[in-house]
């Protein structure tokens, strides 16, 4: 979610050059006249030496930006030790990139001194990084670095015990991972403290993996909302607020309408069941965006999105799903699965597509047991030295086979069209072709799997269609990248209009409003109600494409705002967080 430390041409990029670039980056200290220039956003703030400032699991009031004194900021492990990650002192500030949207805290401060603060609040501490521009930039470097750090050293987050290659503590690392939340995995096989924890607790098999929250909650095999309430991620809505949009999905188009109507005054609530960023996200490196020349992660790019929405404001509620949208109620009002309603006066929806499945009996025996819609690190390291299987012929399968490579010890690429220039891009197909471990087999698809007593995959076969000639192999992994269908399933009582493929139909395409200007191009049939990326008949199934649908519609947003006298005067929005 952020660039390492840059350096001048020319110079040596040593280790420790790069690590004290970033160290300074991620801790600057302020002048006083910049100090000065914060003032108006916050609140003088004096503690005395030992009182804390920040707990972790409670929500944080806010940056800290310390004028006199010094803290020391620790973090917590499931054992009850206290672990110092840094101490700070004048002209530097406390806060990570939770602060902006409220999140729950990741670590402890204690004031190791009488100190003096100027405490900016979430709401206020979006309108520095809005209104000063320099200075926000420096400062929404130095957030998004300290959580990017403690990703990378599993601090402030959960900790997970249980097997390492359980299905279920994947299951959960993949949720964290993904919503860019820090945790760490212990196996009590191998650790001793986790080993102790879990007998104290009376845990069985089926109820691990444990998760250990910050707050000293301890949750027995925990669903993905339930781990998220208790970490402070998934937070409610006022029933009395009504947005301006309600974005339903948090991928490429969702993230895109959130930053430019965010950014131009609107007052946005973002909705996903599961992640930000959607299959995008997921993928290991899209290296045909455009102004991304080596390629980008799509969790990094995804991720700088996600950020930069809630610096324009944008709310997020994940994970929670959309089961229900009435187009009677005005304003529209979206029903969600945890019982609860969210209320605005237009819609747009980006709920993507879910992966498609193969239409063998037992494949859903094995999904997170060896079966696999997406290939991050998690997965990866599953396969070290392992053979796989990875099906698909398009972009997603390509990324994934080469990305894979790294690990495994040789890729079986079933493919069930006569070539990989079918639906694969050029340069995908040149690299795999220059990667030994991986085997392209055209016009071949996979007709049986089996697995062993405890449910992980063990054994797949195929069959060459043009031969009919079977082969079988001892595979544990296999990932399936087949396309995916549009995620629809929650707009059956909507009388909003889907394609024979159950698309969401926008503008003239084959609908009709009264009035000779709408619907606008990217409008359902529903008024008020828009489409954006792969859930939008005819729209091109690219990352780009979907980015760009999302900044096009809030022009249209603006359209129906305006001429419905609906719409809120940015002064007068609703703040989230």
């Known amino acids: 979610m952020a660039d390492e430390a840059s350096v001048p041409d020319g110079s040596v990029n040593s280790p420790q050059s790069i690590r004290d670039a970033r160290r300074e980056r991620m801790f600057p200290e302020l002048s006083s006249a910049e100090i000065e220039r914060l003032r108006r956003f916050g609140q003088t703030r004096r503690y005395a030496s030992g009182e804390k400032l920040f707990v972790t699991g409670e929500i944080a009031p806010g ?31 406390v806060a990570e ?3 902006l949207s409220g999140q729950p805290a990741l670590v402890d401060v204690y004031a190791l001194s009488d100190i003096d603060t100027l405490l900016i609040s979430s709401e ?11 200075l926000g930039d420096r400062i929404m470097q130095a957030l998004i670095l300290r959580r990017v750090t403690l990703i990378e050293a599993g601090s402030g987050g959960p900790v997970l015990i249980g097997p390492a290659i359980g299905p279920d503590v994947v299951r959960l690392q993949n949720f964290l991972a993904r919503n860019a939340y820090p945790y760490q995995v212990l196996d009590p096989a191998e650790d001793r403290d986790a080993a102790t924890l879990v007998s104290r607790s009376g845990a069985r098999p089926a109820d691990l993996p444990l998760a250990v929250c910050p707050n000293g909650t301890v949750l027995k095999n925990p669903s993905e909302i339930n781990l998220a309430r208790s970490l402070g991620m998934a937070q409610t809505v006022r029933p009395e607020q009504t947005f301006d949009v309600a974005v339903i999905g948090a991928g490429p188009g969702g993230l895109s309408t959130a930053v430019y109507a965010a950014s131009e005054g609107l007052s946005v609530i973002v909705l ?5 960023g959607g299959q995008a996200g997921a ?16 969790r990094t790019l995804t991720g700088r999105a996600f950020v930069q929405a809630q610096k324009f404001g944008a ?14 109620d005005t304003p529209l009002r979206i029903y969600l699965s945890d019982g609860s309603e969210v209320t605005a006066r237009t819609a747009v929806i980006a709920s ?16 997170g047991r060896g079966i696999w819609y997406w290939a991050s690190p998690i997965e990866a390291r599953l396969c070290r030295n392992d053979e796989i299987v990875v099906v698909g012929g398009g972009n997603s399968a390509g990324q994934a086979a080469v990305f894979l490579h790294d690990f495994a010890a040789k890729i079986w690429m079933l493919v ?24 392209v087999l055209t016009e071949t698809e996979i007709v049986a799997i089996s697995g062993s007593r405890e449910g992980q995959l063990e054994r797949v076969r195929w069959r060459c269609k043009q031969t009919g000639e079977e082969s079988e192999k001892p595979i544990r992994n296999v990932f399936l990248m087949i396309g995916a269908d549009p995620a629809t399933g929650w707009l059956e009582t909507s009388g909003i209009t889907l394609d024979e493929k159950r698309f969401v139909r926008t503008g003239r395409n084959g609908i009709d409003h009264a009035g000779p200007d709408r619907p606008l191009p990217l409008e359902s049939n529903v008024a008020g109600v828009f489409a954006v990326g792969d859930v939008r008949s005819g729209s091109v199934k690219r990352v780009g494409g979907a980015i760009g649908e999302g900044a096009a519609v809030v022009a249209q947003l603006h359209t129906v705002l305006r001429h419905s006298k609906l719409h809120v005067p940015a002064d007068r929005v609703v703040a989230s967080g």
């Open 283 to 298: 993928s290991a490196r899209i290296e045909n965006y455009l102004g991304f020349p080596t390629g980008i992660p799509g």
């Open 63 to 93: 940056m800290f930006v310390l004028k006199s004194g010094s803290v020391e900021v620790r973090r917590r492990d499931p054992f009850g030790h206290l672990a110092l990650i840094v101490q700070q002192g004048p002209g530097q500030f």
């Open 352 to 367: 993507g597509a879910r992966y498609r499945k193969l239409g063998i009996p037992s494949i859903g025996e094995f999904e």
């Open 416 to 439: 069930r069209e006569k070539s990989l220039a079918e639906s694969m891009s050029r340069y995908l197909i040149d690299r795999i072709n220059a990667i030994e471990t991986i085997e």
């Open 315 to 328: 709310r997020f509620v994940i994970p929670v799903e959309a089961v229900r949208l009435d187009p009677a």
């Open 124 to 134: 206020n501490l979006r309108a520095v990084v809005i209104a000063e521009a320099d």
């Open 97 to 99: 990139v939770g602060q």
């Open 272 to 276: 996903d069941a599961q992640a930000f």
